[in-house]
């Protein structure tokens, strides 16, 4: 079998990160901006475990002009300046880049678009299969039998890739002929005027009859329709300049060595201390399951007498997306006498709220969550699109039983809230045994009873902050709008949280002998407070 050679774009993929957040911008508890450096090592972490790459690079646009404005002064014209937020998050992937021991690929007046043309092409004179990893169209046209296109879907999706078979099937021609597909229907994103008034529809017959543009002027004549011929003859200079503007330049002056692109083990100390700087914490667990040699750089778990201490280096959190995972999932928990379970909604008010997902955690380090679509098809409140989740009345078909069986003990934390959710939908949760808030509550009730806080007195951690999923203004309408496996990192981590928190505060209670306080007044409350709330009082207006 060949060996691999993947190549990443990163400019493509650093834009589409920043934008992929723009309507919840992810920060720093200090301020700083991180949503297209969390993008990048997010898709870079996916791009290793998917692909297996034998060699790996990165290419990046220098900020110089090109040789393709000095063809063309309007090339890339329209383009706005990078958003002044993101130039500092362009120079930490760098540093990222660095980090992980990746060559970068940089050259003053050529795009990334032209290094990787020319290192796909050496990487297939060397017999390797090549992959470049970019949303861009342009790269269809270095396809061939060794170089394959790789469109990264969202972090819960697979990637798209786009072989000369593929290609073929969705263009309908020769990948080297994007070149002058994109020379007749031009480029809006790079300002390549193309041909005035022709479209993909009928680009793709000229080029599927002619093969290229050249022939396709030298065959204008014989062209059926008068009105086309007249648009490519009064846009013939542009379609040639086209051409040349859309072309990837494979023979570039850069001294590659496809050698020093051999995967290499990262420097885990430069990224333990970025990934603390930038306060990803979920991403010292990826390292661990991407390179075993990380666990040494990462904390490890404490021996059995301090149970219940978080590292986010050894945990396993899933994302339940089908009926069929949430079936396997459910077989697990019903086997369990202890079930931690933690909702997530887009709203507070439990009279009016949607469901986005529920969690689950059994034992330390392992929690799964089960996402979860709460319209029905005739509803169109939300524009996303939600199909990759369960829908909510699937999810309580099958989930009402567990949730509604004595016999399994059901621990939340804030549980009053959570039981409310479940109402909403249609559940009576019953068998609730342990609430870790009111549980803290009950040993120091002078004390902040939050999951944060709790976290960080018990666990010495801080939990991701929801800032990372909905923006600072921490407005839980925009749930539906998060990254579905960074929302279901962060939901897994409650459950897994709440779970310690339930086994360290368990042990208290029962030394502080507060076991008839806790288990026979304060919890029991928490079901009748909850009744109390949804029935309301009746007043004679």
Known sequence: MKKK???IDAMAIAYRSYFAFMTRPLTTSQGEPVSAVYGFVNQLFKIIEEMQPDYLAVATDSKEKTFRHEKYELYKSSRSEMPEDMIPQIYKIYEIIEAFNIPLYKLPGYEADDLIGAAVKLAEKENLVSYAITPDKDYVQLISENINLVKPGKASEKSVIIDLEKAREDYGFEPIQMIDYLALVGDSSDDIPGVAGVGPKTATPLIQEYGTVEEIYNNIDNIGKKGLQKKLAESKENAFLSKDLATIRTDIPYDFDIQNTQIQKPDFDKLSKIFTELEFKAFGAKLVKIFSDAKDFVETEQEEENAGSFDNAQVKYKLIKTADE?????KYLEAQKVIVFDTETDSLDTFNLNLAGVSFCVKQGEAFFVATDPYKQSETLFTQDLSDRLPVDEFVR????LFEDKNNKKVCQ???????VLESIGINLQGFYFDTMLASYVIDPDEKHGMDALSQKFLNYTPIPISELIGEKKDATKIFEADLQLLSDYACED????FRLYKKLEKEIKEADLEKLAYDVEFPLVDVL????????????
């Open 495 to 498: 459950a897994d949280i709440t």
């Open 398 to 401: 099958l989930f009402k039983k």
């Open 326 to 330: 949430a079936k396997n999932l459910l």
């Open 530 to 541: 909850n009744k109390m709330e949804r029935t309301g009082v009746r007043i004679d207006k």
């Open 414 to 420: 804030n549980g009053k809230y959570d039981i409310a």
């Open 5 to 7: 050679f993947v190549v």
